[in-house]
């Protein structure tokens, strides 16, 4: 069931990863499982399935509250704040 929010309805265009990995396991040799692209910032970092959680953690340090899934075929937003989903 898609429950969208304001914070979705704000996305006016969405912002694809620029590439198909997590931009913090990178830096630091970690693993990922999916991905997700900030759309504020457009960076890509892992899911909380993944063991970092970097995204999660990007939310709660920068507030930017909407990612897309960044996984092939996917086509969703997700807000941390309202806990909200929505197909694109």
Known sequence: MEETCAHIEAVESITEPKDYVCEECVKHHGTWLHLRTC??????????SSPNTHMTKHFHATGHPVVISAEPGERWLWCYVDEAVKGY
């Open 39 to 48: 759309q504020t910032c457009g960076v890509t970092l892992c899911c909380d």
